[in-house]
């Protein structure tokens, strides 16, 4: 081996450290010994380092001492050394030690697996650990522990040993500390007798890989510091510090941000980790929370509070605030900081000047001694010297109006504490877990100067201020504009803008935004979004817009459009330019539905789709003067039909696929710009009721308030010939979930012009009327927007009708409206039904969700019994049979004359976009949606199958 003086001559004092007039940095000497780990040193300054065939000794000024031949095993250690310099090596068959003049004190044939090991020194033992085993040898050689009766007091069999970290610390007392995967950390006595178990209060999110589970170093206070990374979620936990307890932890980037964690990490004198990753070191503050990050390795801490860093091609030292004194060219990041100041290692042996001793407690960096002892000289202390406190925060931010506003702070938090966003001078709100503060839609009022105020255990720390100013964002010309696609002989496509700066687009062929569809406050578009072909996701092409007052300039592919024609808001026969959207009319089993634009020179785009209705042309050519007219389309599931297309100058289109001669594929849809007006403006529910779990009770959602008109009849309904009916009902209103609003025991019971008022409210509602004197219940009351529930009860079960009634108001204000109703009974013979009356009061057919629900209910009901296979039929006024359903997510598949369906996917959406709680996929729950028209309606809930039970039934009108 060659070796190559530097000119500068190191000059020893007697305190080892050596002084010499080199700039910090500067390489001193070099030679080609290739490392395969960073050197250990021992005490009298002899640098020991390995590469894949020798264990070699050098010198500090770079001379070499003696050589060994020794095979490195696949995953080489640095290599411990003890107080007499004597070095403890593994290859891949054997456990060996060398004398300081390096001859072979001993051998031993490895009593273990060939996994990769880490040897620990404590005091005059040896500890040897693999991925499932552990070992202490005497220094000798001589095997102390596990002997051939066991495991010493681990309290672990040698044939199912637990999983370990491969690293040992020991602590200033001598005991030595093993993290198994589970957590729990392992202290032993030297004789191998288990002191104690430092365990966690909570297990759950430690992983079974003792790949993932870290022993990373010991606190300040004595605390064992391990790191876990299962799952994508990494965490920090410091353990109690002498015994059981709960551990304090904090969550910290992990393998989801691209980190792979080595095993080891410093902790510096006031409890800051340096942890290892594959990007460079990742600090955490002492039981606080913030993180840094930098892009080299830590590998040292110096005397005053520095940190020694590699990053592959140079060092760096940085002080104690962190930041960089100096850089300087050094290939490699195997490195080991010597007592005498200088760094050693690299790609090949070399020194390195640095001007800083390391830190002479070893406590504080139980994994960065050069000796690596791993082992801790200097007692605890409870007395935490902390780290400064810092939080690092943007001067400006500029938010608009309307549109999402955030920042964040980047705190570096030692000893925990709380967190708090003050604007003003005033708290706002908690900082996120991201340490941000954010609006969904900013206002000037929102302007201001923001600070995030830390309370901690070192007192109250606050941010520079954030200034945050709020302005209009720029102006834009809304409405229609069209252009065309360079795309063969070009595809026509609709722009629309909205006062809001939405950008609805659609081409004839078919091209349409399918993610986030508006401006940006520069009134830009995209932002990271696209326009895609709707058949086809993978053939994405970018839109990009850019809008002002003036119109709009736009470019496809990075090809420019020019700038885009405005267009007229109307056709000529005074149809709205603009989209469309629909369902079928009556029982919606598929997904036939309009998904349609109008185009200035009467172009409808993107007409039809669905199961059996589907238009194969992309687009029909209409005559922009005409609100009605017949075409013929090509359908795919037939050669062509012709169809009525009309439309109303409100927004309103209609298609009849059987032309003027009508047809069973009839859909109605609605302009963007329009507002349906459909409301359940009454109900009835007619069960058996009762006490307890007998008890009637009916749910409804109100969405304009307004006065209702609630009863209960019992006696009033003999006058019809039910039979049985109840005789003493009792009706109450509550707001849910539960809190009390009124009640009434006899409508009578009430004052004079009560009556009068309740008698008039049912005769304008169109309810029958209750006999004077009678034992049916009523409440008329104005209801607010909310959730209700009213509940009718009686000692005695009999048929219980509940009825709700939504009034309009005198003075021409919007009528009461609820848009969810529901009723709750049970029933207890198989032939009992309930029998509820709907009226939908609405200008156009309007999608309902109706459920029948039985073994959905059983979640929320516990031990209540409940009817198993529920059916559900929906009458007309008429009396005649509309449609039906049973067991909700079977496929859909009519029989001949039969009505029952399960509508699986339009049932799951629809309930999804009305907010009702999901159905279990197979269960016998009943539910269907159908697009109604307004009218009077009878629905039947029984059950199919003869069970009896609790039952539920909803009516949801279903958002568009």
Not at 7 to 22: D, M, N
Not at 528 to 546: F, M, N, R, V, Y
Not at 905 to 920: I, T
Request: glycine content about 10%; some cysteine; proline content about 8%.
């Amino acid at each position: 081996m060659r070796l190559y003086e530097a000119l500068l001559v190191c000059i020893l004092t007697t305190s080892a450290f050596a002084q010499t007039s080199a700039e910090p940095g500067t390489c001193l000497w070099t030679s080609d010994l290739v490392l395969v780990t960073a050197p250990s040193i021992t005490p009298d300054g002899i640098i020991l380092a390995r590469s894949a065939n020798s264990l070699v000794a050098v010198s500090s000024d770079g001379n070499e001492l003696w050589r060994a031949g020794i095979v490195a095993p696949n995953r080489p250690q640095r290599l411990p050394v003890d107080e007499d310099g004597n070095v403890y090596v593994t290859t891949p068959t054997e456990l060996r030690s060398y004398s300081p003049t390096g001859s072979l004190r001993w051998s031993r044939a490895m009593p273990f697996s060939s996994s990769p090991c880490c040897l620990s020194l404590a005091d005059d033992l040896l500890i040897v650990l693999t991925s499932s085993s552990r070992y202490a040898f005497r220094l000798d050689g001589s095997l102390l522990w596990p002997s051939s009766t066991g495991n010493a007091g681990l309290g672990e069999s040698d044939t199912n040993p637990p999983t370990w970290s491969p690293l040992a610390i020991v602590d200033h007392d001598g005991l030595i500390r093993i993290v198994q995967s589970t957590g729990q950390v392992h202290v032993l006595e030297p004789t191998g007798h288990l002191v104690r178990r430092d365990e966690f209060a909570d297990h759950t999110r430690w992983g079974e890989s003792a790949s993932v589970t870290r022993q990373v170093g010991l606190g300040p206070r004595g605390e064992s510091i391990v790191l876990n990374d299962e799952d994508g979620e990494s965490m920090i936990r410091w353990t109690e510090p002498f015994g059981i307890g709960t551990a304090y932890s904090v969550i910290v980037p992990g393998s989801e941000a691209g980190d792979e964690w080595t095993s080891y990490g410093l902790v510096s004198a006031s409890g800051e980790l340096f942890l290892a990753t594959n990007r460079g070191t990742l600090l955490v503050p002492y039981r606080g929370f913030g993180f840094r990050r930098w892009p080299e390795t830590a590998f040292a801490l110096t005397a005053d509070g520095g940190v020694v860093c590699a990053d592959g091609a140079q060092l760096t030292l940085r002080n104690a605030a962190h930041t960089v004194v100096w850089r300087a060219p050094a290939p490699g990041t195997f490195f080991t900081l010597g007592a005498d100041g200088r760094v050693y290692g690299g790609i090949t042996l070399s020194a390195y000047h640095i001007g800083q001793p390391p830190a002479a407690d070893s406590w504080a960096q139980p994994n960065g001694d050069a000796a690596q002892r791993n082992r801790a000289t200097v007692p605890p202390t409870s007395d935490v010297q902390f780290a400064a406190s810092t939080i690092e925060t943007p001067a400006s931010v500029t938010w608009y109006e309307s549109y999402p506003g955030s920042f964040a702070a980047a705190p570096y938090i030692n000893g925990g504490g709380t967190l708090t966003w003050i604007k003003d001078d005033v708290e706002v709100a908690p900082a996120a877990a991201d340490f941000s503060f954010a609006v969904a839609a900013a206002t000037p009022g929102d302007a201001g100067e923001y600070r995030l105020q830390a309370t901690t255990a070192q007192g109250t720390i606050l941010s520079p201020p954030i200034k945050v100013a709020v302005t209009a964002p720029s102006p834009i010309q809304p409405g229609f504009y069209t252009g065309t696609l360079p795309l063969g002989s070009g595809d026509k496509f609709l722009l629309e803008l909205t006062p809001d700066r939405t950008v609805r687009f659609l081409s004839v062929s078919g091209w349409k935004i399918t993610q986030h569809n508006r401006l940006d406050p520069a009134g830009i578009f995209p932002w990271d979004t696209g326009i895609i072909w709707s058949s086809d996701p993978s053939e994405a092409t970018p839109l990009t817009l850019h809008c002002d007052a003036t119109g709009v300039a736009a470019s496809w592919g990075g090809q420019p459009l020019g700038p885009l024609t405005f267009a007229p808001a109307r056709l000529p026969s005074g149809a709205r330019v603009g989209w469309y959207r629909g369902t079928r009319e009556g029982l919606i089993v598929d997904s036939a539905k309009i998904d349609a634009a109008l185009f200035p020179d009467g172009t409808l785009a993107g007409l039809l789709s669905g199961r059996g209705v589907g238009v194969a042309a992309p687009a029909v050519d209409l005559n922009p003067a005409l609100l009605e007219q017949q075409v013929e389309v090509p359908l795919y599931s037939s050669a062509s039909k012709y169809a009525l297309i009309s439309f109303t100058p409100e927004g309103v289109l209609r298609v009849n696929l059987g032309g003027r001669g009508g047809g069973k594929d009839s859909l109605v849809a609605v302009h963007s710009s329009y507002t349906r007006a459909a409301r359940l403006s009454n109900l009835s529910a007619r069960a058996v009721g009762g006490s307890g779990d007998r008890a009637v009770i009916a749910g409804f959602v109100v969405a304009t308030g307004g006065s209702f008109l609630l009863r209960g009849a019992g006696p009033a309904l003999a006058a019809y010939g039910v039979p049985n009916p109840s005789l003493h009902p009792t009706l109450t209103l509550r707001h849910s979930p539960d809190v009390f609003l009124a009640s009434n025991t006899g409508w009578s019971n009430n004052a004079a012009n009560e009556i009068t008022r309740l008698a008039t409210s049912a005769s304008e509602a169109g309810a029958f009327p209750f006999a004077a004197g009678s034992a049916d219940c009523a409440l008329l009351l104005p209801i607010p927007p909310g959730v209700y529930t009213i509940t009718i009860t009686d000692q005695t079960e009999g048929e219980t009708l509940a009825e709700i009634y939504g009034l309009a108001s005198p003075d021409g204000a919007p009528a009461a409206q609820a848009v969810n109703l529901s009723i709750r009974g049970a029933l207890s013979r198989p032939d009992e039904r309930l029998i509820i009356g709907l009226v939908l009061k609405s200008d156009l057919p309007q999608p309902i969700l109706l459920r029948g629900v039985g073994p959905g209910l059983a979640r929320f009901l516990g031990a209540v019994p409940v009817c198993q296979n529920p059916r559900l039929r929906v009458f007309d006024a008429g009396g005649n049979l509309m449609a039906g359903s049973d067991d909700w997510s079977t496929s859909w598949d009519p029989p001949p004359g039969g009505m029952v369906s399960s509508q699986q996917v339009s049932v799951a959406d629809a309930a999804l976009q009305a907010g009702a709680f999901a159905l279990n996929n197979g269960s016998h729950d009943a539910a269907l949606v159908y697009n109604l028209a307004a009218g009077v309606y009878t629905v039947h809930l029984e059950s199919k199958d003869g069970s009896t039970g609790a039952v539920l039934f909803e009516a949801y009108v279903v958002p568009d």
